[in-house]
């Protein structure tokens, strides 16, 4: 069972996770996806980072502060690059990167 102190930030980040991934896929089919390859880029950084910060938070890993820290900056740049993107999957996952940078950002400082 997770940590329960961080049970809304490893939800937060699951969920960034998904729609990163999410992102990145429904980018590669657009029609120009060189336009697209700084956020299908971000998209995969960000969901990494935030598949492993869940990881360090869940088994209360002495270090989780720190990725979290790091995972917050990845998600506040992949979620300013999605937001340039009208589709539906970049603002979806703007969204989800916001949510989880502030998150992170909270869990970072208590």
């Not at 069972?1 to 490893?10: K, V």
């Not at 939800?11 to 996770?17: L, R």
């Not at 969901?47 to 979290?68: D, F, T």
């Amino acid at each position: 069972m997770p940590n329960q102190q961080y049970a809304s930030c490893i939800d937060a980040c699951n969920a960034c996770a998904d729609a990163c991934d999410f992102c990145a896929t429904s980018c590669l089919q657009e029609q120009d996806v060189k336009m697209m390859a700084r956020c299908i880029a971000l998209d995969m950084d960000c969901a990494q980072i935030c598949r492993l910060a869940a990881s360090y938070m869940a088994r209360g890993s002495e270090h989780a502060k720190a990725i979290c820290q790091q995972c917050a900056d990845i998600c506040e740049a992949c979620g300013d690059e999605c937001a340039k993107h009208q589709m539906n999957h970049c603002q979806e996952c703007a969204a989800a990167c916001k949510r989880c940078a502030a998150e992170c950002r909270r869990m970072a400082a208590a």
